[in-house]
């Protein structure tokens, strides 16, 4: 066999490869690959075809996100934020270590987003009344602290803040503090439309509403009914001396 022979017959040992029409000069046809070029609409080896489905980088597991968190949950109402570390996280959750780590840099973070984990979202203020928004806000936190694990988190998490004052510095600015910001924007938006007196002091009245569901909670009070929030929002608005 000539040499021009053999290459035509290794051509077509190359999966998806047509062999070429070639003339007498061994120049492919017009229209026709060329040796070693994939037929049109034939991936190259090792390229995928198209509308192929590609590999997904490795997914968030939620199922070990709530495991992560019940575990940081459990071990700080065992033993507090100083028995709280990621080895016992993740053997309590049956997680690998580098599984929290590529969540969380350290247990101080993992445990502000565990204790914030215990609290519903609160709903989107409507700006129709103030009474109705405040008892909306009110009624959630009813219902959270109708979780008694809530109830002791919140507890020792205050207890825990003496000797971890950082601790309790980013829960207070990540968790509380935003959640406080609904409640005044509520209050100012009161004033402004005439709901509310306009030299109301806004710090006073929002602690006198949410200190008066964790003050219930504390006492032992299982579970808040929900209408306290009503009884709360009225009681203010309409104030403590005779009319």
Not at 42 to 68: L, Y
């Amino acid at each position: 066999m000539t040499r021009a022979g053999m290459d035509s017959v290794n051509v077509v040992d190359a999966p998806g490869v047509e062999a070429p029409q070639v003339d007498a000069s061994g120049v492919p046809a017009p229209g026709v690959p060329a040796p070693g070029v994939p037929a049109p609409g034939v991936p190259a080896p090792g390229v995928p075809a198209p509308g192929a489905a590609r590999r997904p980088g490795r997914p968030r597991s939620e199922e070990a996100d709530r495991a992560i968190i019940d575990a940081a949950l459990d071990l700080f109402a065992e033993s507090g934020a100083g028995g709280l570390c990621i080895e016992a996280v993740a053997a309590r959750a049956g997680v690998g270590k580098s599984t929290i780590y590529r969540r969380w840099p350290g247990k101080e973070d993992l445990l502000v987003d565990a204790l914030a984990a215990l609290k519903a979202p609160l709903p989107e203020p409507s700006g129709e009344s103030v009474r109705a928004d405040l008892v909306a806000l009110l009624r959630v936190m009813c219902q959270d602290f109708a979780d008694p694990r809530l109830v002791r988190a919140s507890a020792l998490l205050h207890g825990e803040g003496i000797k971890y004052p950082r601790l309790m510095e980013r829960f207070t600015e990540s968790v509380v503090e935003p959640r406080r910001a609904v409640f005044r924007n509520v209050l100012r938006r009161g004033i402004e439309t005439g709901e509310l007196r306009g030299d109301l002091d806004i710090e006073a009245a929002l602690f006198m509403m949410t200190g008066a569901i964790q003050a219930m909670a504390r006492c032992g009070v299982e579970p808040i009914p929900v209408t306290y929030a009503d009884r709360i929002v009225d009681a203010l608005l309409q104030g403590l001396t005779p009319r």
